[in-house]
């Protein structure tokens, strides 16, 4: 079946531009992750969804960095008014659900430059 | 706050060869779950093996092995008759129970030399 998938792929912004990036979870699985990778370093988390509510956003960074998954699928992060340093690779993960024995299953990621 | 070491940035290893890569963290958490990811240059972030830290028992997955040490929050991953596939990224990973949420290391790269 059709793992996680993330669009777009690569995008370049200049700064102060507003982006949104979507990820579109397996089928049928209730949650949804969002992390943020720089280069050379591990994925850090940004964000948790169990069905249509945010469970954590404990790692999202500052106010201008929003998610939303409206009908408990699709979800897009949003970030506004970019800055140089939101450069990075971001990473969206599903799971069946949110306990330690659903695996995260993720996707290739969206590389993110802010010129 | 729970983190993540891993403090090997490089590793490389003959093919067939056995390696072994190192992790250790932080937590005062004695409900947890410890994790071994796997990132080819595709990104792609793959499972590889996965404790729950009640265990005693290491985790076995075919090649792969860990070595569970909880009082000295040790988190090894050897990798036994390497292949060239086996050339990624590999990430240890922490999550507190029921949290969902993954708490990564810095990375280890892994080459396998033929």
């Known amino acids: 079946g059709a793992g996680v998938s993330q669009t777009p792929s690569n995008k370049v912004t200049e700064k102060g531009k507003y982006v949104e990036l979507r990820c579109d979870p397996i089928s049928g699985h209730t949650a949804l992750y969002w992390y943020r990778q720089s280069l050379g370093q591990g994925p850090e988390f940004l964000i948790y969804f169990q069905g249509t509510g945010a469970a954590d956003d404990s790692g999202l960074p500052n106010d201008r960095f929003f998610a939303v998954r409206p009908e408990g699928s699709v979800s897009t992060l949003k970030i506004q008014r970019t800055e140089r340093g939101d450069s990075a690779v971001y990473l969206c993960?599903?799971?069946?659900?949110?306990?330690?024995?659903?695996?995260?299953?993720f996707g290739p990621g969206t590389r993110l430059t802010v010129l | 706050a729970q983190t993540v070491t891993q403090s090997q940035p490089e590793m490389s290893v003959q093919e067939a060869e056995t390696v072994t890569l190192s992790c250790t963290y932080d937590?005062?958490?004695?409900?947890?779950?410890l994790f071994w990811y796997k990132q080819p240059p595709s990104r792609q972030m793959i499972l590889v093996i996965r404790?729950?830290?009640?265990?005693?028992q290491n985790a076995t997955e075919n090649r792969f092995s860990v070595n569970f040490q909880k009082a000295a929050k040790s988190f090894s991953l050897k990798i036994s008759d390497s292949q060239l596939g086996d050339t990624a990224m590999y990430f240890c990973a922490f999550m507190k129970s029921n949290t969902g949420k993954l708490i990564f290391g810095q990375g280890t790269t892994l080459q396998v030399k033929p």
């Open positions: 404790q729950e830290a009640y265990k005693q």
């Open positions: 993960a599903s799971s069946l659900g949110g306990s330690y024995s659903n695996e995260q299953f």
């Open positions: 937590t005062s958490e004695n409900n947890y779950y």
